[in-house]
């Protein structure tokens, strides 16, 4: 019984390490700044250009906002 508890420990403990190795450093681009990244990098490489991405609307302040 011990050493099963053991072995699910370590399995556990080792897909923990797995996940937390994911993922990049710098901050999430929101949707709009990746498609001008993207359409920045097509232009670069000379590929067709994606289509402009257009400029999102300003964020509207909402009650529970300071909550998160």
């Known amino acids: 019984m011990t050493a099963s508890r053991i072995l699910v420990t370590l399995t556990l403990l080792a ?3 797995a996940v937390t ?3 990049r450093k710098a901050g999430l681009d929101t949707p709009y700044e990746a498609a001008v990244q993207a359409r920045k990098d097509a232009e670069k490489a000379k590929q067709p250009l994606p289509p402009e991405p257009e400029k999102p609307v300003k964020d509207k302040k909402f009650i529970l906002d300071p909550l998160i």
């Open 21 to 23: 190795a994911c993922g």
């Open 15 to 17: 897909a923990m390490a």
